[in-house]
C-alpha cells in the first residue's frame, strides 16, 4: 500500500481534486442559466420558465452599446500603451545586467502584487493634485500600468529563449538592427506579442477596481455592470451582459494559452 | 517611374550604411542602447506609477478641514492621528485582517489537494486539463464571479435550494443564526463573504502552489517510503516543507487580495465596513482624500509586516 504514495492518487484525492475543479467552473454556469430565465426580480431556483427574451431587450439597450464601445476603445488603447512599453521594457532588461536591476524589475510587477485599490486611490489623489479631468485618457492611463508587467512577462519569457548567437549571426550576415528586428526577433517573438497583447485586452476589458477611481463620470461597462447589481428590476439583463463578458474576454485567453504553451 | 526607381537605388546604399552604422554604434555602446529601450517604460512608470504613489503618501499626510469639507493642503499626522484612535476605524482595520487570516488559511487548505493532484499524479494530458481547468475561471470577469455568488447565495437561490433537497437546511440555519458570522441570509453575512473571497482567490493558491509541488523530487518521496516513513509522515516531512515557498506565494496574493478589495463586501454585504470600502466611500461620498488614503496606507503596510513574517519564518529560503 505504501506504493500508492508514487504511484497513483487514491480515490479520495481524485475526488477532492475533481470536485474542487467543478467547485471553480460552477458560479459561471449559474450565470449563463440566469440569463434565460423569465423571472426578473428574486433569484428563484429552479427558474420557473426560460426565454431568449431578455438577449433582445439587452440587444436594445443604448446604454449597453455605449459602454461597450468604451470598454473596447480603453482597451486597446490601454493595450497598444501596455505592448510598446512593456516589450521596450523587455528588451532592455534580457540580457542586461546593472546596479538597480532588481529594484526596476521590482517596479515593473509592483502595480500588479499591491491590491488594485492601492493603484486606483494612488492615480486618484495624484489627478486630484494635478487638478486633471478623470475622464478617458485617466482610465487608459490606469490601465495601461498594470498591463504593462504581463506583456513584459510574456516577452521576457520568449526572448530568454531566443539564443543569442542568431542575433550575432545576422549581423555579421550584413543586416542592420532594423532587418534582424524583423527577419529574425520578430517572427520568434510575434506569438509572444500577440499572447501577452491578448492578455492585457482582457484584463483591462474587465477592469473594475481602478477603474471606479479614475473613470470620473464615464461608464465602462464593468462600472455599467456595477450599478446594476444594485438595482432590483430586470436582473437577467445582466446575465445576458455577463455571458457576453465572459465571451469576450475567454476568447483572448484561450488564444493566449494555446500561442504560449510549452511544446513537446 | 524609372527615374524614381533609380533614385532609390541610390539612396538604398547610403541608408543601408547609415543602418549599419547605427546597429554598429548601440552593439558597441550597449550602454546607450540599454538607457534608449529602458527611457519610455521607466518615464511612464517613473512619473505615472511611482508619481501617483507619492501622490498618495502626500495626501494621506494632508487633513481635511472640518468646517469648510475641503483639504487643507498643509502637512500634518492629524488624519493618521483619527485612522488610530477612532475605534470605528480600528474596528475596520481588526475585521479586515481577520477576514483576510481566515481566507488565506481557508484557501491554503482547499487547493492543497487540488494542486497536489495535478502536480503529482495527473498524467500529462490530465496536467494540462487541469491547468486550464484552474485558469479559465481565474481570469473570467470578476464582476461576473462576484454577481454568480449573490445568485447562488440568495434567499431563494441555488445553494438554499440544493441544502433543502438534501436535508441539510438545518446546518445552514445554525451557521446563520451564530452570532458574528451569521446575518438574514448567506448574501448578507460574513459567512457568505468568506465563501465569495475563497471561492475568488483559490486559483492564485493553487498555481503556485501546484509549481512548487511539481519541483518536489520523486526520488525524495521514494526515499522516504524506503526509510520506512508512512505517507502520512512524508507528507508532513518531505512534501509540505518543500511545497512552504509555494504556499507562502499563493498566501501573499490570497492576503493582500482580500485586504485591498471593496467590490465582495459591497456586493456580497455584511454590515460592517472593510478598508477597501472604507477607501472608496472616503474618497467618493464623503469627499475624505486624506482619510482614504491613510486608509490605503494600512493594507500596504500589513502586507510588508506579512512579507517579512514569511520571510523570517523561512518561506523564501527554498526559491
Known amino acids: ?264 | 517611374m524609372r527615374a524614381m526607381a533609380s533614385a532609390a537605388a541610390t539612396i538604398e546604399p547610403g541608408a543601408r550604411a547609415l543602418g549599419r552604422g547605427l546597429s554598429t554604434f548601440f552593439y558597441r555602446r550597449s550602454t546607450f542602447y540599454l538607457l534608449l529601450l529602458l527611457l519610455p517604460p521607466l518615464l511612464w512608470l517613473g512619473t505615472v506609477y511611482l508619481g501617483s504613489l507619492f501622490a498618495l503618501l502626500l495626501q494621506s499626510f494632508y487633513a481635511i478641514d472640518e468646517f469648510t469639507a475641503t483639504v487643507v493642503p498643509k502637512l500634518t499626522l492629524e488624519t493618521y492621528r483619527q485612522l488610530i484612535t477612532h475605534p470605528a476605524n480600528v474596528d475596520i482595520i481588526l475585521r479586515t485582517l481577520a477576514m483576510a487570516i481566515a481566507v488565506t488559511l481557508a484557501c491554503a487548505v482547499i487547493a492543497f489537494p487540488i494542486a497536489n493532484y495535478m502536480a503529482r499524479y495527473a498524467s500529462p494530458r490530465m496536467k494540462a486539463f487541469f491547468y486550464v481547468g484552474v485558469m479559465l475561471p481565474m481570469w473570467t470577469s470578476y464582476l461576473v464571479k462576484v454577481y454568480a455568488w449573490r445568485l447562488i447565495l440568495a434567499k431563494q437561490g441555488i445553494l438554499n435550494w440544493g441544502l433543502t433537497a438534501v436535508g441539510l437546511d438545518g446546518v445552514l440555519e445554525t451557521a446563520l443564526t451564530t452570532p458574528v458570522i451569521g446575518g438574514p441570509s448567506l448574501a448578507s453575512s460574513y459567512l457568505g463573504m468568506f465563501i465569495v473571497f475563497v471561492y475568488m482567490w483559490l486559483p492564485f493558491m493553487i498555481l503556485p502552489l501546484a509549481a512548487a509541488l511539481e519541483r518536489v523530487p520523486q526520488s525524495l518521496i521514494q526515499a522516504s517510503a524506503d526509510l520506512g516513513a508512512r505517507p502520512r509522515q512524508t507528507f508532513w516531512g518531505v512534501v509540505l516543507p518543500l511545497a512552504l515557498p509555494g504556499l507562502a506565494a499563493g498566501s501573499v496574493f490570497t492576503f493582500s487580495l482580500t485586504l485591498g478589495d471593496y467590490i465582495i463586501p459591497s456586493v456580497v454585504g455584511a454590515p460592517g465596513y472593510f478598508i477597501g470600502m472604507m477607501v472608496y466611500q472616503q474618497q467618493g461620498t464623503a469627499g475624505n482624500i486624506p482619510l482614504a488614503a491613510a486608509f490605503s496606507v494600512v493594507p500596504i503596510v500589513l502586507i510588508a509586516i506579512y512579507l517579512m513574517l514569511a520571510k523570517r519564518m523561512g518561506a523564501f529560503d527554498a526559491l
Not at chain 1, 128 to 143: D, E, M, Q, S, Y
Open chain 1, 1 to 264: 500500500m505504501r506504493y500508492r504514495d508514487w504511484n497513483g492518487a487514491s480515490t479520495g484525492q481524485k475526488l477532492a481534486a475533481f470536485a474542487g475543479l467543478a467547485f471553480m467552473h460552477f458560479p459561471v454556469l449559474v450565470i449563463i442559466l440566469y440569463a434565460f430565465t423569465t423571472e426578473d426580480r428574486t433569484y428563484e431556483f429552479p427558474p420557473p420558465g426560460l426565454t431568449l427574451h431578455w438577449f433582445e431587450v439587452a440587444f436594445a439597450r443604448e446604454d449597453i452599446w455605449a459602454a461597450l464601445k468604451l470598454s473596447l476603445t480603453v482597451a486597446a488603447a490601454a493595450t497598444a500603451l501596455a505592448l510598446f512599453l512593456g516589450t521596450l521594457a523587455a528588451f532592455a532588461l534580457v540580457r542586461s545586467r546593472f546596479f538597480g536591476k532588481d529594484a526596476l524589475t521590482l517596479l515593473f510587477i509592483l502595480p500588479i502584487a499591491l491590491p488594485g485599490i492601492i493603484t486606483g486611490i494612488a492615480l486618484l489623489s495624484a489627478i486630484k493634485l494635478a487638478n486633471l479631468a478623470p475622464g478617458f485618457w485617466t482610465i487608459v492611463a490606469g490601465h495601461a500600468t498594470f498591463c504593462i508587467v504581463i506583456v513584459y512577462n510574456n516577452v521576457i519569457a520568449r526572448l530568454r529563449r531566443l539564443p543569442k548567437t542568431w542575433v550575432e549571426a545576422s549581423m555579421d550576415l550584413g543586416a542592420d538592427g532594423v532587418q534582424t528586428f524583423r527577419h529574425v526577433v520578430l517572427p520568434q517573438i510575434a506569438t509572444a506579442l500577440l499572447a501577452g497583447g491578448m492578455l492585457a485586452f482582457a484584463l483591462s476589458f474587465d477592469e473594475i477596481i481602478v477603474t471606479l477611481f479614475t473613470a470620473g463620470h464615464e461608464k465602462t461597462l464593468p462600472i455599467w455592470f456595477f450599478n446594476e447589481l444594485f438595482r432590483p428590476r430586470e436582473r437577467p439583463i445582466t446575465n445576458v451582459v455577463a455571458v457576453v463578458v465572459i465571451a469576450v474576454t475567454l476568447v483572448p485567453i484561450l488564444l493566449a494559452y494555446y500561442l504560449t504553451r510549452p511544446k513537446e
